[in-house]
């Protein structure tokens, strides 16, 4: 009993880890020979040469265990066993699919034709009878064959009928089927190059690089290379360096099949100096590389592929820094992040023409100026002139905002003023209109006052900033309280103003509130003191031309909310945040620099240490985003027309999508709108709270306010209630 239990335990392993594996190499090779007759029997043993052949037992093994858990269902089991009939393909074309993933895929792409894959079955009856007599003879070399053939068939044909549904590979497959990119994010990436030909390249990248950063992200940015077939139009895709995929699969000796396959993929290749891959000769893993003839041979090997298959191959320097001196910047930043190679620096600097002819002498003269200058030539040619930015200003539109701007800010004139405005407020707020409007900057008036008018709805203060003050269109609009006029008195209840008498024009240049309080001569009710005497052209400069820039402080409690009605306003996918690039700090720098030194014992003089110092920082780190910036993208505009978004860091965590790029690139295209949050609208609020007085009530002339940075009388205190401070201004900002 002990015997047959030990043998039935060693033929069940033998299944899983060798029949059931060779079963795989078999349907690898049945689906490469269908592409490229001349594949060799010896790819049956693909499990194997790619080190996944306990992945493949795994994946074999948890097909059959759910197999037979739906079979104690009787009918369950039926039709779990053509639902599972397509897994074995589906792993021999992807190995690195999870089981769960790859029993997913086979389940969807037999929806709707496990009826017909049991009649093709069933159409081999006759076959498996005659086989009985045969004693197994016609099964061994006919029947199984042509079985597995037509499987293989029965799988290419529903891939085809999958790309009927927009479905182009696998990747596509495991979209479809609402399987997570998780299968993605955990193959093995290659580096390429991808160039833009003309515009509708660039934006193309740009969606390339959006997808790799938003959807695909897994340590690195990575793209399948379906994403890529989708967005191709305008681009090039070179095979890049030594981490390129075609480079691996010459390195690793991969099949002929498979390698005519990655070089029909490129536009062109690429062959780089023995010195950039040196490090594979130090390798001690890579038995294979063991002198710079055998880097030279690959290359050699790369020039013949791209003869036979018309493919231009050109000579690349993978520049890193410019000269060969800049080296040491890389080596330092490089041993600061820890890595242990970074002594060993290659020659990724800007090689000469003179210098790479000689590098690739080697290949013969005639070959050698074809990689090196008549083909990066002929790719050169291949690209028109283009900017990486957008061209002109795109501001947001909001219909009729000129009207609706014009509209508010007079009704508000004639509020404060009267129906009949003074000659100085009327030709101040016609000259300003009309400069806003003309330059097409109404549409930032009105989204500031919308987000004003909402915060104070809510409840809130918000405080504008910078030089906005100097605009009475801001002030009739409610962006800001800051009235830019000359000092002057009007009353509120009969709209009595005066501008003109002695006892203002005493003020001039100066701010209105510190003028005595007066009693309207009309009404007999307490006059309202303003002007503050700032000219428009402080704001938009003397021709009015200067693009406004409107900084709102919100309340810190009330910024978010700030954010997502800037969404409201223009709807959803039309905000993104302003993206920063973090760089080496010059203090870090000084740091790396340092330590690099001191590690190694060399002592170096201050002035060459700030030399090197001076060549690290600015390199860029990381990113993020500004504290309160939101692009606002225009109605019927893609945002990678003018840049690719990101999460901040690279955060796949984050709900936030921020421009890749540094938003100081974009803010001459896109209009940046600054929603900073600040405690001081939110101390107003509370006070507010805990008081019941109106802050916008208190007068900015108020005695007892003023009397604060002199005394604490006014709050009825001491100074010693407040360990002797004798001053009442302790909680005002920045006192």
């Known amino acids: 009993g002990v015997t047959i239990a030990i043998g039935s335990l060693i033929y069940l392993l033998i299944a899983i880890l ?11 090779y049945l689906l490469e020979i269908r592409v490229y007759t001349g594949t060799r029997i010896s790819r049956i043993l693909f499990p ?7 992945h493949i037992a795994w994946v074999m093994f948890v097909r059959s265990v759910y197999s037979l858990l739906w079979c104690l269902t009787i009918v369950g089991g039926f039709i779990k066993i053509y639902s599972y009939k397509l897994v074995p393909m589906i792993i021999a074309e992807n190995p690195e699919l999870s089981a769960k993933e790859a029993i997913k895929l086979s389940e969807d792409m037999m929806k709707g034709y496990k009826w017909r894959a049991f009649l093709i079955d069933l159409s081999f009856i006759g076959w498996d009878i005659l086989n009985i007599f045969t004693l197994q003879i016609l099964g061994v070399f006919f029947l199984e064959p042509y079985k597995r053939m037509t499987t293989v068939e029965l799988y290419m044909t529903l891939r085809e009928k999958a790309k009927e549904r927009d479905i182009e590979n696998l990747d596509d497959l495991n979209e479809k089927g609402a399987v997570s990119v998780n299968a993605i994010q955990k193959m093995p990436t290659y580096h390429a190059i991808i160039l833009a030909t003309n515009d509708i390249g660039r934006v193309n990248l740009y969606h390339l690089v959006s997808d790799s950063h938003l959807i695909y992200y897994h340590r690195r940015p990575r793209v399948p290379k379906s994403v890529y077939l989708k967005y191709q139009e305008g681009l090039l895709i070179g095979s890049a360096c030594e981490a ?22 490129y536009d062109y290749l690429e062959i780089q100096p023995v010195g950039n891959n040196e490090f594979m000769i130090r390798d001690e893993d890579r038995g294979d590389i063991n002198s710079e003839d055998d880097l030279r041979e690959i290359n050699r090997k790369i020039v ?12 690349t320097c993978d520049v890193h820094f410019l000269d060969p001196e800049d080296e040491i910047y890389r080596r330092i930043i490089m041993a600061g992040k820890g890595f242990d190679d970074a002594d060993m620096q290659p020659p990724l600097y800007l090689h000469t023409t003179e210098e790479m002819l000689q590098e690739f002498s080697y290949l013969g003269s005639e070959k050698a100026e074809e990689v090196v200058i008549t083909n990066p030539n002929k790719i050169a040619d291949m690209v028109e002139k283009i900017s990486p930015i957008h061209k002109g200003k795109c501001p947001p539109v909001i219909e009729n905002s000129d009207g609706m701007l014009r509209e508010i800010c007079y009704n508000k004139a004639h509020e404060i003023y009267g ?9 101040r707020l016609d000259r300003e209109l009309n400069s806003i409007i003309s330059n097409g900057y109404a549409v930032m008036y009105m989204i500031a006052q919308k987000l004003v008018w909402k915060s104070n709805s809510d409840g809130y203060l918000v405080g504008s900033r910078g030089s906005v003050g100097s605009s009475f269109a801001a002030t009739m609009s409610g962006i800001t309280e800051v009235n830019p006029l000359s000092p002057h008195y009007y009353c509120s209840s009969c709209h ?30 307490p006059l309202i003191k303003e002007g503050f005497d700032i000219p428009f052209e402080t704001f938009l400069g003397f021709k009015g031309d200067k693009e406004p820039d409107i900084d709102l402080n919100f309340s810190g409690d009330y910024q978010g909310k700030a954010h997502r009605y800037v969404e409201v306003i223009f709807g959803a996918g039309q905000t ?12 870090t720098a000084f740091g790396y620099v340092k330590n690099y030194f001191e590690e190694r014992g060399d002592r170096k003089r201050n002035c060459e240490i700030t030399r090197i110092v001076q060549g690290c920082t ?16 225009p109605i019927g505009w893609d945002i990678e027309e003018f840049t690719p978004v990101q999460h901040p860091a690279n955060d796949m965590t984050s709900d936030i999508i921020t421009t890749h790029f540094d938003y100081h690139s974009i803010d001459s295209n896109l209009l940046k709108l600054d929603i900073l949050g600040h405690d001081d609208p939110t101390m107003i609020r509370m006070l507010e709270d805990l008081t019941g007085i109106n802050a916008r009530e208190i007068p900015l002339d108020s005695k007892e306010v003023m009397s604060l940075f002199k005394s604490t009388d006014a709050l009825g205190i001491t100074s010693e209630d407040i360990r002797g401070c004798p001053l009442g201004c302790l909680g005002i900002p920045e006192f």
């Open 496 to 525: 009595y103003s005066d501008f003109d008498s002695e006892d203002v024009k005493a003020y001039s240049g100066r701010a209105g509130c510190d003028m005595p309080d007066k009693i309207c001569p009309v009404c007999g009710k």
């Open 304 to 315: 013949k592929l791209g003869e036979l298959f018309n493919k231009p191959v050109v000579a």
């Open 48 to 54: 194997w040469s790619i080190k996944k052949a306990l």
């Open 18 to 28: 060798f029949t059931k594996v060779l079963l795989i190499g078999l349907y690898r």
């Open 419 to 427: 129906d009949t405005l003074p000659e100085v407020v009327e030709e």
């Open 244 to 265: 390129g995929e075609l480079y691996q699969a010459v390195l690793n000796g991969r099949p002929e099949p498979e390698i005519a396959r990655l070089v029909n993929f």
């Open 618 to 633: 600015g390199v860029r780190r990381t990113t993020g985003q500004h504290p309160g910036g939101i692009i606002v993208l």
């Open 576 to 587: 993104f945040k302003a993206g920063t690039i973090g760089t080496l700090a010059e203090k």
